[in-house]
């Protein structure tokens, strides 16, 4: 079946680590996006990619960076610049261009500080 | 100001009852979506708006796109529909991303 695929389920970070978090997908969908959700507030764009080899900002790329070398996978880095990463990280994908279509979301990579 | 509401935050029903969840949003939009969020995190998109209403089993998803609110209900509620409901938009301003509501977090009981 496809899908989109986030690993791992559970993540921790040392101070001063960066960290990746991975995520693949199947659908053969042109846009990929990472998201973080932190608690009482709404899920807020990190970056978004809506080709291969290009992304864009999202609101909050402070801390973070992001490649997209094949059409597949989009991983996050969460560097040690990120001084409150513990969050819940959510990845998605969409056909691009195509507002009708929704948005493909994984299972989520939870992060926390040691 | 947050560009989408959700109401209540938190709700509680007994199974079997009838449940409505709100989203308002004060920006210009292409279409909104209605989102599960499981207890273990993952989210599964329920519907996509852009007007009239749309129905999926025991979930109807309604928009008004004059008065800017839309609603999620649930039709003979089950302890398995317990989970946090995500109203998200596409602004008409911004392409493909989505802004996000902050969830309304439900809990049926048996």
């Known amino acids: 079946d496809g899908g989109i695929t986030q690993s791992p389920k559970y993540l921790f970070r040392k101070e001063g680590q960066n960290v990746t978090l991975s995520c693949e997908q199947n659908l053969n969908h042109d846009a990929m996006y990472w998201y973080r959700q932190d608690p009482g507030q709404g899920l807020r764009l990190i970056y978004y990619?809506?080709?291969?080899?290009?992304?864009q900002k999202g609101d909050i790329a402070e801390g973070y960076s992001v490649s997209r070398e094949k059409k597949e996978s989009f991983p996050l880095t969460v560097t040690s610049a990120q001084k409150n990463p513990t969050a819940f990280y959510l990845c998605?994908?969409?056909?691009?261009?195509?507002?009708?279509?929704?948005?493909?979301f994984g299972d989520g990579t939870r992060l926390s500080i040691l | 100001k947050n560009e989408v509401e959700q109401s209540p935050q938190n709700l509680t029903a007994q199974e079997g009852e009838f449940i409505t969840i709100n989203c308002s949003y004060s920006?210009?939009?292409?279409?909104l979506h209605w989102l599960q969020q499981h207890p273990g995190g993952g989210i599964v998109s329920l519907f996509m708006l852009s007007s009239g209403k749309k129905k999926h089993g025991r979930l109807i998803a309604t928009i008004n796109i004059q008065e800017k609110h839309s609603s999620l209900h649930i039709t003979a509620s089950h302890p398995r529909d317990s989970a946090v409901y995500i109203c998200?938009?596409?602004?008409?301003?911004?392409?493909?991303?989505?802004?996000f509501g902050t969830g309304t977090r439900l809990a049926v009981r048996p």
């Open positions: 998605a994908s969409s056909i691009q261009g195509l507002w009708n279509q929704p948005q493909h």
């Open positions: 920006v210009g939009i292409s279409a």
């Open positions: 998200a938009v596409k602004k008409k301003s911004s392409g493909d991303k989505l802004t």
């Open positions: 990619s809506q080709i291969v080899n290009d992304f």
